[in-house]
Every structure is written in C-alpha cells, then in structure tokens.
C-alpha cells in the first residue's frame, strides 16, 4: 500500500527551490520582452492603417488559439530547421531555455495586447480632447493622461496574464529544461516513481507562493497607481 509522507514535501522542497532561478529567468525575460512586443501589437491593433491591423489581428487570433504546449513544440522542433533554412544558422548548442523564452514571448505578447487594448479602451475619450485642449502634444497627452490611466486599468488583467504564463511555462519540463517541475521530474525518475505525490506537492507549493507574491506585488502597484480619493 502507498502511503502519503508529508514529513517527503519538505526534504525535496530545498532541492526544487533550487531550480527557481530557471523559472523566474524564464518568466522576467518573458515578461519584459512580451510586454513591449504586446504594446506594439496593441498599437497595430488600434491603428487606422487597416494592412497592419489586420496583421496584428491575425497574429493575436493564431497565437490565442494555439494550445501552449503545440506552440512550444512547434518553436523548439521547428524554429532550428526554420533559421537554417533561412538564414543557414546551426542551433544545436542552443539552450533549451531560449526555446522556451521565444515561445512563452509569442505566446504572452498576443494575450496582453488585448489586455492593452481593452484598458486602453475604457479610458474616456475626452481625456485626449482634454490634454489637447491645454496645449500638451499628443505624445505628451498619451504619456502624461492617457498611460497612466491605462495602466492602472490594465493591472488585474496584467496580473492573471502573468499567473497564466507561469502555468504555461510550467510547460517547459516537456522539452527537458529543468525548471522546478523539470526539477520535480527528475527527481521522481531518480526514485523510480516513488514519493511522486510528495514530490509534485512540493512543487505545487513553490508555484503558490510565486502566484501569492505576483498577487500582493499587483495589490500594491494597483494602490500606487490609484489617484488618492478614488476607490
């Protein structure tokens, strides 16, 4: 009979916590490259000229119906014969972690795009008349009213964009990057199966309490960016 160790979670957690810095590089390169590729999409999707939005468009609607897991796969096994087909670029020394970050930035940029756009949306439109009225230039009127505004709109979203990219780039165990489920993985095939439930709870545990800190660091960015007087 397979009995259940709690006493297990906590002698591998240690050796789990030590593959975080994979997956916390993995998630910020993400993130800061995703988010500046979603703002230029998001600028494709509101833009008059009607070729480049219906390329944005197409690109958020393929990357937002592409499972992450085909995606990843797509990238990882894809993506080398592409480049030496075009380019005649050998990959072979590439790090695993690259294909992930490549694939997890497509991913992230199509879904926060419209996190963007939507936020960007709900800001009244007389804020724009409003800051063009007082003189400001309209790249002033955008990055005095118009962003901030958007931002604090777009946080929450923003904030359950990031939780999904965490799950996603859980994903990349599956292409042999050892994050911390890569982590958890391997450690169960060490023990030949054993403690696999111990092992994964651990693991679990490490992911709580990312999304635990990724909630209050939102809750707080959220008050700062909230005007004083308004709730």
Not at 30 to 40: E, R
Not at 68 to 84: H, K, T
Not at 144 to 157: D, G, K, M, V
Request: aromatic letters at 12%; glycine letters at 8%; charged letters at 10%.
């Amino acid at each position: 009979m397979v009995t259940f160790d709690p006493a297990r979670i906590w002698q591998v957690l240690p050796g789990l916590l030590a593959n975080l810095p994979v997956t916390l590089a993995v998630a910020g390169v993400t993130v800061l490259i995703g988010t500046l590729l979603g703002g230029i999409i998001a600028w494709g999707l509101l833009t008059e000229d009607k070729t480049i939005r219906s390329i944005a468009e197409s690109y958020v609607f393929v990357l937002r119906c592409t499972p992450p897991i085909v995606l990843l796969f797509i990238v990882f096994y894809g993506f080398p014969r592409f480049l030496n087909w075009w380019l005649g670029i050998e990959t072979d020394g590439w790090s695993r972690g690259l294909f992930v970050v490549i694939a997890m930035i497509l991913l992230f940029a199509a879904i926060i795009s419209k996190v963007f756009t939507s936020a960007y949306a709900s800001v009244p439109k007389g804020q724009l008349e409003a800051g063009l009225s007082i003189g400001l230039s309209p790249f002033q009127t955008f990055y005095r009213i118009l962003l901030p505004q958007t931002a604090r709109i777009a946080l929450p979203n923003f904030s359950s964009a990031l939780l999904n990219l965490m799950k996603d780039a859980a994903l990349a165990y599956t292409i042999g990057l050892v994050d911390v489920l890569g982590g958890a993985n391997l450690l169960i095939s060490r023990n030949f199966g054993n403690y696999s439930l111990e092992t994964y709870t651990a693991a679990a545990i490490i992911y709580w309490g990312l999304a635990f800190v990724l909630t209050l660091t939102t809750q707080a960015a959220e008050r700062l960016l909230t005007p004083k007087g308004v709730h």
